[in-house]
T-cell receptor
């Protein structure tokens, strides 16, 4: 069974550009979570989608947005990129209503903003 | 006050010794508690979860939860160099379903 897949693995952008990151959950998982991990820091919660709806949002500006598609895959969009947006962006998926022990992470997208 | 707090380390442990990691959380209504291991440049991997007060053992790992003190810990027995990693404590609050992570404790196991 395939795990959580994220693309691209690496993404290099310049300040002011837009970045789009993609995530495909494990088959049967309906919830998708996005986290940001800046260098040397812990994971900061960005967004939670379930059944196509945004369920919760972390303390990030509106230029961080996303969506979940009918097949439960998800996109994270970051507009007007700033240098401090450089980080590892991790996507995780879980079955709906599951506790955290059924939450699995993808390998992440390393975003570098120059 | 951070929602989930951990000592950043590094925690240096001789091979074969016990590594003891601590985590405190601020929301008394938190329900579920998790320990993840993250190797440098890799994604987090779940190693333990605990929901009730007391101890839970899985192989060389023991998680301990004390809800009254809002404290969860992880013990790694017979530490191996391969245990060298950052250990992340995570909590699910009563409301919502997202995991809130601490900053992580870096563990170094020296041969």
């Amino acid at each position: 069974e395939a795990g959580v897949t994220q693309s691209p693995t690496h993404l290099i952008k310049t300040r002011g550009q837009q970045a789009t990151l993609r995530c495909s959950p494990i088959s049967g998982h309906t919830s998708v979570y996005w986290y940001q991990q800046a260098l040397g820091l812990g994971l900061q919660f960005l967004l939670w989608y379930d059944e196509g709806e945004e369920r919760n949002r972390g303390n990030f500006p509106p230029r961080f947005s996303g969506r979940q598609f009918p097949n439960y895959s998800s996109e994270l969009n970051v507009n007007a990129l700033e240098l401090e947006d450089s980080a590892l962006y991790l996507c995780a998926s879980s079955p709906r209503g599951a506790r955290g022990e059924k939450l699995f992470f993808g390998s992440g997208t390393q975003l570098s903003v120059l | 006050q951070k929602e989930v707090e951990q000592n950043s380390g590094p925690l240096s442990v001789p091979e074969g010794a016990i590594a003891s990691l601590n985590c405190t959380y601020s929301d008394r209504g938190s329900q579920s508690f998790f320990w993840y291991r993250q190797y440098s440049g890799k994604s987090p991997e779940l190693i333990m979860f605990i929901y009730s007060n007391g101890d839970k053992e899985d192989g060389r790992f023991t998680a301990q939860l004390n809800k009254a003190s809002q404290y969860v810990s992880l013990l790694i027995r017979d530490s191996q160099p391969s245990d060298s990693a950052t250990y992340l404590c995570a909590v699910i609050k009563a409301a919502g379903n997202k995991l809130t992570f601490g900053g992580g404790t870096r563990v170094l196991v020296k041969p």
